[in-house]
C-alpha cells in the first residue's frame, strides 16, 4: 500500500487552505474525500488520530473481531468494477478483512496523499466573515476550509467504565476499542466486563487459550447465532451477476442487511409456524435477520416480541448445561436492543473454564491489585481485566473536539440538552458542516447509510457553492426532525430498555432519540423531497450578509 501522508507532508506553510477538510478516514471520511475530490473537484485535507486509515477497523482489533452484517453488503456499493473485482470468502468480514478493504479503496483512488494521519483535530471554528472554518490539529497545525465534515464514527469514543481503584490494579487492563498490538492471554486469569457485541464476539475467541475465563454480566443479552461460515467462489461469483438488484433491495429496505424483511404479524399465523419460523432464521443466523426477518412486528408489538424473546430463552436454557449459568445468562426484559449474533456465544459457557459472575445481584464493589471485588464480599483474582464496555457513542466524539459554530457556540453548549441534528447530517449554528452518522441519523446497516449521506452532502455542497452561499439547518427544521425521529421511536419497543443507542450506557448521559428508525428506505425519501422541494429546511447566507448580521 502506498504510504499515508505524516504530519508535516502538507509540503508548505503550516497554514494552508483546502475547499474541505474531513475529520476521520474510516468508511464514511474515506468516501466523502473521494467524493469531494475525486468526483467534485475540490481541494480536499483529511485527519485521522490513527496510524493508519479504517477508522473503527483500525482501532477494535480484539480477538474474533468481525462485522455482524454479512460482508456482501458490508462494503461500497458507488464502484461496480470495485464490487466485481475485490473479492471475499466468508459470510462475515472479520476486522483484518475488512481493514484489508479499505486499504485497497485508499489506494485504488489514490487517496492517501491527502490523508494525514497520527494528527487529531483539536479544535474548529466558523469564521463568520469569511464563512469558512478554522481548524486546529494537535500538531500545533492550524489550515482553514470552506466545509467542514466530520466523520467521527459512531462507535468510536471508547466508554471506560470509572471502578474504584481501577488505578491500583497490578495486572492488564484492555479496552477492545483500544486493543494492543501485542497481546498474549496463554495461560492468564481474565475476566470480560461487558456482554454487548464486542463482548460476545471476544468471549468465545479467547475462551480456548486462557487458564480461566470470567465473565461479568450485569444485563444479559439475548443473542443469536452469527451463522458464520466459509463461502465458496461459486457462491460469491452468483452475488456479484445479482447485485444490481441486490442494492437496489438495499437501498429500498428499512435496516438494509441484505435480506427480506418480513411483513408478516407474527400473531396472525399459528404456534407451530412461528417456531418453524424462529428456528429457520436461528439455523441461518444473524441479528437483524432475526428480529427484521422473521415477522414485520417483533421491534413494535409485545406479543410478537415476547414470541421472540421466549424462542431465544429457550435455546439459552437447551444449550447452557449449567443451570446457574443459563439464569445469570438468560433476559427477562424486551427483546429490544440492537440485535445481536455471535458464534458459538452461548456453547462457550459449557467449557469448565468459563464461569459467570451476576453482577446485577452482587454489583462491582472496586478494583483491587489482584483482581475485582464484588458485593458478595468475593474477590475475582485475574491478571487481564478486558472491557467490552462499548462506546459513548454517536456525539461522544464531538465533545473530545473544541468545535464551535456561530457566535462562538460550542457543540457541546448546543447539545447540552441533548444532541440533534437535521436529518442527521447539519446542525443548526454551525455552517458549513456536515456530519457523517450524526445524530438522528439511520438506524442500519453502515456502509448504505454513511453512502446515502456522502452522495446527499456532496449534492448540499454542490448547491451552496452554486449560490455562493453558506448552508446551515434551520433551528425549525431540526426541531421538527428531532421531533420526527422521537415519534417514530416511541412506535417501537426500543426506548422501553435502557440502551446505548438512547445514550443508557454512559452514567449522567441524557437518555434521547438518537437515530431515526424509520429505515433507509423512508430515509432516502425524506432526503429526495428536501433537495425537490430546493434544499427545504437549509438556510443558505453570503458571507456578507453573515459579516452584517
Known sequence: MTPLSTPGATGGDSRTDYDAVVIGAGFGGIYMLHKLRNELGLTVRAYDRAGGVGGTWYWNRYPGALSDTEGFVYRYSFDKDLLQEYDW???????????????????????????????????AAFDEGANSWTITTDRGETVTATYLVTALGLLSKINMPDIPGIDTFRGEIIHTGAWPEEHD??????????????????????????????????????????????????????????????????????????????TVPAMSVSEEERQRVFQENWDIGGGFRFMFGTFSDIATDPEANEAAASFIRSKIKEIVRDPEKARILTPTDY??????????????????????ADIKTHPIVEITPGGLRTADGRTHELDVIILATGFDAVDGNYHAVDLRGRGGRSISEAWEQAPTSYLGITTAGFPNMFMILGPNGPFTNLPPSI???????????????????????????????????????????????????????????????????GGLANYRAQLAEVENDGFRGFEFTKASETSLA
Open 451 to 517: 453512502e446515502t449521506q456522502v452522495d446527499w452532502i456532496a449534492k448540499l455542497v454542490a448547491e451552496a457553492r452554486a449560490r455562493d452561499a453558506a448552508v446551515e439547518a434551520a433551528a425549525e427544521a431540526e426541531r421538527a426532525w428531532t421531533e420526527t425521529c422521537h415519534t417514530i421511536a416511541d412506535m417501537t419497543l426500543f426506548p422501553k430498555v435502557d440502551s446505548w443507542i438512547f445514550g443508557a450506557n454512559i452514567p449522567g448521559k441524557t437518555q434521547t432519540v438518537m437515530f431515526y428508525i
Open 89 to 123: 470468502s466468508s459470510r462475515y468480514l472479520k476486522q483484518p478483512d475488512i481493514l484489508a478493504y479499505l486499504e485497497h479503496v485508499v489506494e485504488r483512488f489514490d487517496l492517501a496523499k491527502d490523508i494525514q494521519l497520527n494528527t487529531g483535530v483539536t479544535a
Open 335 to 356: 427483546y429490544a436492543r440492537r440485535p445481536l449474533c455471535a458464534n458459538d456465544y452461548y456453547e462457550t459457557y459449557n467449557r469448565d473454564n468459563v464461569s459467570v
Open 185 to 262: 492471554l496463554r495461560g492468564k486469569k481474565v475476566g470480560v466486563i461487558g456482554n454487548g457485541s464486542t463482548g460476545q464476539q471476544v468471549i468465545p475467541a479467547i475462551a480456548p487459550e486462557v487458564e480461566h475465563l470470567t465473565v461479568f454480566i450485569r444485563t444479559p443479552q439475548y443473542s443469536v447465532p452469527a451463522g458464520d461460515r466459509p463461502m465458496t467462489p461459486e457462491e460469491v461469483a452468483a452475488i456479484k451477476a445479482d447485485f444490481d438488484s441486490i442494492w437496489d433491495q438495499v437501498r429500498n429496505s428499512v435496516v438494509a442487511f441484505g435480506f427480506e424483511e418480513s
